[in-house]
């Protein structure tokens, strides 16, 4: 069974510049997570989805970020414009139910 | 608020040494406790863990005590291997489905 997988995996762009990380969760799994890694710091919550609902965005840390989940499979995370301070790993997890959170390999962004 | 501190690395140590990575938490109510850990090219991977008070967590040689006293959970393994580098994150949540608190990660790298 394939996991959870992130795209692209390094990504390195311009301040100014947009940028799309994209998720493909479990095959199954309703509930699909967003983390940030900056800086070598701890793991930050981004947001939550139930298929394509936002459950929980609290962790999103300003409208430059922008996450859909269309049709309750795979999402997107949009960065638009970036900024210097964007730059970090970009985790993506998803789990059935109330389950174990199975987690990508993350997304390198690096912004210039 | 929630927080949770790990020691700071880089950790650096001898094949068959012993290993401690130290963890505390802050936390108002009674949450579960998790060991990541990320293998140098993949994605994060649930070490172990424990959901209430002196339960102890045990995967692949490594070990963690729930202490609710100290609120603490260290990671503690005998005798490290030169397959056990990777970076390791302690964590916390209140429940299944709600969000990861996550700390700043330790990297360990052990030499033959």
């Known amino acids: 069974e394939a996991g959870v997988t992130q795209f692209p995996s390094h990504s390195v762009i311009e301040k100014g510049q947009t940028v799309t990380l994209r998720c493909d969760p479990i095959s199954g799994h309703d509930n699909l997570y967003w983390y940030r890694r900056v800086m070598g710091k701890e793991i930050k919550f981004l947001l939550h989805?139930?298929?394509?609902?936002?459950?929980?965005e609290s962790g999103m840390p300003n409208n430059r970020f922008l996450a859909e989940r269309t049709g309750g499979t795979y999402s997107t995370l949009k960065v638009q414009p970036a900024e210097l301070e964007d730059s970090g790993v970009y985790f993506c997890?998803?789990?059935?139910?109330?389950?174990?959170?199975?987690f990508g390999e993350g997304s390198r962004l690096t912004v210039l | 608020g929630d927080s949770v501190t790990q020691m700071e690395g880089p950790v650096t140590l001898s094949e068959e040494a012993f290993l401690t990575i130290n963890c505390t938490y802050t936390?108002?109510?009674?949450?579960?406790l998790f060991w990541y850990v990320q293998y140098p090219g993949e994605g994060l991977q649930l070490l172990l863990k424990a959901t209430k008070a002196d339960d102890k967590g045990s995967n692949k040689g490594f070990e963690a005590t729930y202490r609710k006293e100290t609120t603490s959970f260290h990671l503690e393994k005998g005798s490290v291997q030169v397959s056990d580098s990777a970076v390791y994150f302690c964590a916390l949540i209140y429940n299944q489905g709600g969000k990861l608190i996550f700390g700043q990660g330790t990297e360990l790298s052990v030499k033959p």
């Open positions: 936390a108002t109510g009674y949450p579960s």
């Open positions: 989805f139930v298929k394509e609902s936002k459950q929980d």
């Open positions: 997890a998803s789990s059935l139910g109330v389950g174990e959170l199975f």
